[in-house]
């Protein structure tokens, strides 16, 4: 059976806007896409919720999304693919980045992936970039974490465009089929992640071939 790690943070994770709680695998993108394949293909979850690209929560340890990438895809080789969802977390009112900033760290997420240390012969995994969809107006308790993301994750498709293509690889818009919940502006309903992990299966099926 062929395996595909998701490496992302809370909109992967699968939390419920304005709540602490998480949808159930078969309701998550991450479970929707692996339904969508078929049954020789098992998807793996690296999620946590505020994590990075590769910059430090200055409140919570951990988040540095560089920190353990390596080991993570050596632990789980062979792996067929992996699906890299990060970016909106950069945007925090505690960091100063914007969408160029987040777009470079995907990039040094991509490098890091192709130059993990797996075992002789087996095979270094494609990488499908995702990226997520633009933040909106920050609602309820976490509003404060996210004000002004919207505004730093301006040219967020273009950045993140513009590194795949130097780096020669395939690149999904979220966007285009899925937006933020508008409860709090920040995270994926359930609604939004059945159309995620549908329209994913095609770029997935093409990452494999």
């Given amino acids: 059976m062929r395996q595909l790690l998701v490496y992302g943070d809370s909109l992967s994770w699968g939390i419920v806007p304005l709540t602490r709680e998480r949808l159930p695998f078969e309701q998550r993108w991450p479970g929707v896409l692996e339904a969508e394949l078929g049954g020789d293909l098992r998807v793996l979850e690296d999620c946590l919720n505020g994590r990075r690209t590769v910059f430090e929560d200055p409140y919570k340890a951990g988040r540095n999304g560089l920190q353990g990438l390596q080991q993570r895809i050596e632990a789980q080789s062979p792996l067929a693919g992996v699906l890299l969802m990060l970016g909106s977390n950069d945007w925090q009112s505690m960091?100063?980045?914007?969408?160029?900033?987040?777009?470079?760290?995907?990039?040094?997420?991509?490098?890091?992936?192709?130059?993990?240390?797996?075992?002789?012969?087996?095979?270094?995994?494609?990488?499908?970039?995702?990226?997520p969809p633009r933040p909106a107006q920050a609602r309820g308790p976490l509003a404060w974490k996210f004000a002004a993301a919207s505004h730093k994750a301006e040219g967020l498709l273009a950045a993140y465009q513009a590194?795949?293509?130097?780096?020669?690889?395939?690149?999904?818009?979220?966007?285009?089929?899925?937006?933020v919940s508008s409860k709090d502006g920040v995270h994926l309903d359930a609604e939004a992640h059945r159309k995620l992990g549908k329209a994913l299966a095609a770029p997935v099926r093409a990452l494999l071939n």
Avoid at 163 to 179: H, M, N, R, T, W
């Fill in 163 to 179: 590194v795949c293509k130097e780096l020669d690889c395939p690149c999904f818009d979220a966007g285009s089929v899925i937006g």
């Fill in 95 to 131: 960091h100063p980045h914007n969408a160029e900033h987040a777009a470079q760290g995907v990039a040094t997420l991509v490098r890091a992936i192709r130059a993990a240390p797996i075992e002789p012969g087996m095979p270094v995994p494609p990488v499908l970039v995702i990226v």
